[in-house]
């Protein structure tokens, strides 16, 4: 008795797993784009809610703004990354987000959103993010509230 696989056991096995594998494959994809464009939108929610409470902690207004440098620079594309900052005479770096490698983030109109004491923001803002197929983002209320889109 002559122990092992014919050679046409092999391929169908062989057939089996590349038929599951062409399957599995673009369902797995779409899933680490949705993961992705979940952890973009999150950095971006996590830096919004952490600038308005760091502003109602210290009683003293912050601001978010384009990173790079060491500090804050003025732009619309925050997709390399931003900071959270004081504002008083001798600005303070509170916190550095890296941007996140493929995903697109932009203020609608202004290049920094300034939160005062209050928690409140000197002007209403809007910030997309966008990764590969998928866009979401956030309305930045003039008392600070963040709401989704």
């Not at 369902?27 to 996590?46: I, K």
């Not at 959270?84 to 203020?107: D, F, I, S």
Request: aromatic content about 6%.
């Amino acid at each position: 008795m002559v122990k092992g696989f014919t050679l046409i056991e092999l391929m169908v096995t062989v057939a089996v797993l590349a038929i599951l594998l062409t399957i599995g494959i673009p369902s797995f994809q779409a899933q680490l784009e949705r993961s992705r464009f979940g952890a973009a939108r999150e950095a971006v929610l996590t830096a919004l809610s952490q600038a308005r409470s760091e502003a109602l902690t210290r009683g003293e207004p912050v601001e978010l703004c384009r990173g790079g440098g060491g500090g804050c620079n003025d732009g619309k594309d925050w997709s390399s990354g931003w900071i959270l900052v004081t504002t008083g005479a001798n600005p303070q770096v509170l916190h550095v987000w890296e941007g996140l490698k493929g995903a697109t983030v932009t203020l609608n109109s202004a290049n920094r959103i300034r939160y005062r004491s209050d928690g409140s923001v000197i002007a209403q803002e809007s910030v997309a993010v966008k990764y590969g197929g998928k866009t979401s983002g956030f309305d930045i209320k003039a008392t600070g509230a963040v709401v989704g889109k």
